[in-house]
């Protein structure tokens, strides 16, 4: 039986009633993903038509879920909110915290140890508030929720940015910061702007080598990174009925890389065949009564350009297998132009390590195709000439994947399985030591979905690819980047030449899931007794303090903390790896910040200029020595500031030190709204040329910052050290809500309020 079936019955009981009067509304078919939006209104039955990608909306999400490095922020903040228990359906979920090294048992234990702090800290407030806890080694977040909490035309938010991977069972799953949660869990309304539309239609079926993780890269390369920003992402065609329900989830969960809102599916026999294989066919049979809801009306696929603001088509028959990187998600290249790019590029052809599982693919599909590979080494007498590792998604998939014997298989041609978390993914990968800063310039393959510098080991020389599990292990068993299984050949241990046969695998197990323990705690009926103790010498936690608004006389003489040039994303801002020990702990965290962006003055990274003193210097010590001496600052970006990830860290971070605002040429969705809920300044330039504008020495004054108001743009007038000024105007999206949550310094002061 499924978790909060009563919940998913009610939100069905009332879907038809919705969309219906919302048809009605818009005169015309719906989309999905109109459906789940309509049907989700904080007012409840709909009344406006709502424009794409301009109105400011109001909803009210099914659940909300949380992964351990977010979940401390989020709950710390919780706790200010003045709520007995949370509003929603709410998951905590321990699997960024567990570093990979040596294998799972070693490395979970080690974890346990290290983190016991931190996991019992979220374990005690969960207990106290009412929130379903997944302890750690039950599996990564985005897993363990396709397999126990999505269920067709739902709605969740969730703390990490690939929460978007529940749409492969047809929701609408939306990654958001922290205070975004807060609100929600405090039976708050959560507002977003209403998203645009874009439709891909995926023609044929997929075939061979290539997988669903090709559509993604696929759409990466169209879309590029910033291409999907403020849209949600809605697949159609016969390649989508013919793809299993976790295939959609990985296409859905990469989507978070161009930048969407998120992206679902409509509902069909893959998602039912998925729901009963997870032990959930109550929501199965829940869903087949509303089923008519749960994908787009007739006609809207026909004919998408109609009810889509873009539309996309990819043929997948003639989709080649693709591995996409380095350093950027959307830089694609088909298999059989490898060869060839990575001569052009010089990259290192020599694969070191190959890599899959991750919570874009770790379901027994992705495992299985690949143990398929894996089969052939000793059957074929190859030899893998790459490291290889194994991160299963949950603990049902690693026991069943166990009892089938494909960790066998992994085993015998010399695999490490890693322990049932985020692992290598998020840099929590003891792959240097502590030399990963010095580590040589190198490539690895993986099946996760993002490849930043730095992103995975820590070695700004790691060149990362991201391609299907299926390519991977191929890759690996080649031991080269420009190996082609589709034509390559392979020489075994007898000198003589092999070709790898195509991937095969079980879209789900033939003996059905098995697991001795799942992982799951659930909290007491009542917490009101549960006493939550967080140490004031602790290192890893730390209660909040309200932040102060920001008055309008500090937004005057501001000083430039640094202007960012080119790709400055959550990692830059808000570095994980070792860092995420402190993800509970402001102050200590604090002092990575901004420590990965590089200085447009001298290309530098944590290398900026004190106008205080003259003397360059680490991001975060020259903060801290503004915010020492009174004064605001400024940081300036390029395009699509805050890319990546949905920490709100790298929005409270700047925001704890002084930081009051931050102008870019354009923002990465989520981390615009964690700035306006930090009680921060997010504004983008008029004109984008004035980002030349900005000088090293320059003073800023914000001169009608007392007229803040929706619509209309701020003035900043900007003071060069010769005195010479110039005037840049700054556009902002704030309404008067946010407006609102600046005024009395965050969104979470606001919810206190209304509380009190």
């Not at 800290?121 to 080694?137: A, D, Q, R």
């Not at 205070?179 to 929600?184: G, K, M, P, R």
């Not at 205080?612 to 020595?625: H, I, K, N």
């Not at 700054?730 to 979470?748: P, R, T, V």
């Amino acid at each position: 039986m499924a978790f909060d079936i009563d919940m998913i019955k009610r939100v069905y009981a009332h879907m038809g009633e919705r969309v219906d009067k919302a048809r009605k509304l818009l005169a015309r078919p719906m989309t999905l993903a109109e459906k789940i939006l309509y049907s989700h209104l904080w007012d409840g039955n709909p009344t406006t038509v709502f424009q794409r990608g301009k109105d400011y909306v109001d909803f009210a999400p099914d659940r909300v879920a949380c992964q351990d490095a977010t979940a401390q922020m989020a709950l710390l903040q919780f706790m200010h909110a003045g709520k007995p228990k949370v509003a929603v359906p709410t998951t905590v979920h321990c699997d960024h915290l567990i570093q990979a090294k040596v294998g799972a048992d070693a490395d979970l234990k080690r974890a346990n140890e290290t983190s016991n702090e931190v996991f019992d800290f979220l374990e005690s407030v969960s207990n106290k508030y009412g929130i379903g806890f997944w302890k750690p080694g039950a599996g990564i977040i985005h897993q363990v929720v396709l397999e126990n909490y999505a269920f067709p035309g739902g709605m969740m938010i969730g703390t990490d940015s690939h929460t978007v991977n529940a749409g492969g069972l047809g929701m609408v799953a939306i990654g958001v910061g922290g205070a975004d949660a807060v609100d929600v869990m405090a039976g708050m309304p959560w507002e977003l702007k209403f998203p645009k539309l874009i439709g891909v239609k995926l023609k044929g079926k997929l075939s061979g080598w290539t997988a669903p993780k090709d559509v993604i890269l696929k759409v990466a390369d169209i879309l590029t990174v910033k291409g999907g920003t403020g849209a949600i992402i809605e697949y159609f065609g016969e390649g989508a009925l013919a793809m299993s329900c976790t295939g959609k989830g990985t296409i859905c969960n990469m989507g978070a890389e161009v930048g969407a809102t998120t992206s679902t599916f409509g509902y069909d026999e893959s998602m039912d065949r998925y729901l009963r294989g997870t032990n959930r066919a109550d929501v199965a049979d829940a869903a087949l009564e509303v089923k008519e809801h749960l994908t787009a009306d007739a006609g809207v696929y026909d004919e998408p350009e109609k009810y889509f603001d873009q539309v996309i088509e990819i043929d997948l028959n003639t989709l080649e297998p693709h591995l996409n990187g380095p350093f950027t998600p959307d830089l694609a290249t088909p298999i059989s132009k490898m060869s060839e790019a990575a001569k052009e590029n010089d990259w290192p052809l020599n694969v070191e390590v190959g890599l899959i599982g991750s919570c874009t693919n770790s379901s027994y599909e992705d495992i299985s195709r690949a143990a398929s590979l894996a089969k052939q080494v000793a059957d074929k007498n190859l030899r893998t000439k790459s490291k290889f590792t194994i991160t299963p998604g949950s603990e049902q998939v690693r026991y069943t994947i166990e009892r089938d014997g494909f960790i066998d298989t992994f085993n015998n041609i010399g695999a490490t399985v890693f322990a049932n978390a985020c692992g290598p993914c998020i840099g929590m990968w003891d792959r240097y030591g502590d030399k990963a800063a010095d580590g040589p310039r190198n490539t690895i393959v993986h099946s996760f979905n993002r490849n930043f510098a730095k992103r995975a080991d820590g070695n700004p020389n790691t060149m990362a690819f991201v391609g299907s599990p299926e390519l991977v292990t191929a890759i690996a068993i080649a031991g080269r980047l420009d190996f082609n299984p589709v034509s390559d050949k392979l020489i075994n241990e007898d000198g003589e030449e092999v070709m790898l046969d195509e991937p095969r695998g079980y879209e789900l197990p033939p003996e059905g899931f098995a697991v001795e323990d799942a992982g799951y705690i659930a909290p007491k009926e009542d917490g009101s007794q549960v006493e939550v103790i967080v140490s004031q010498e602790s290192q890893r936690l730390q209660l909040l303090a309200p932040f102060e608004p920001i008055q309008p006389e500090s937004l005057k003489g501001m000083k430039l903390l640094i202007k960012a040039f080119g790709k400055c994303t959550t990692d830059h801002i808000s570095m994980a790896g070792p860092w995420l020990r402190y993800r509970g702990h402001l102050d200590n965290i604090a002092n990575n910040t901004l420590i990965g962006a590089v200085n447009a003055y001298n290309k530098k990274t944590n290398f900026v200029k004190n106008q205080l003193t003259g003397e360059y210097g680490a991001v975060p010590d020259t903060q801290r020595e503004y915010k020492k001496n009174g004064i605001k600052t400024i940081v300036i970006g390029d395009h699509n500031y805050g890319e990546g990830s949905s920490r709100e860290h790298a929005a409270m971070q700047p925001r704890h030190l002084g930081v009051a605002a931050v102008l870019v040429k354009s923002f990465a969705r989520i981390h615009e709204t964690n700035l306006k809920k930090q009680g921060m300044l997010g504004l983008t330039f008029a004109n984008e040329n004035d980002y030349d504008l900005i000088q090293e020495d320059d003073t800023f004054n914000f001169v009608d910052i007392v007229d803040f108001a929706p619509g209309k743009p701020l003035t900043i007038e900007v003071v060069h050290a010769d005195g010479s000024k110039d005037i840049v105007m700054a556009n902002h999206s704030y309404n008067d809500a946010q407006i609102g949550w600046f005024k009395e310094g965050s969104a979470l002061n606001v919810i206190k309020k209304e509380n009190a």
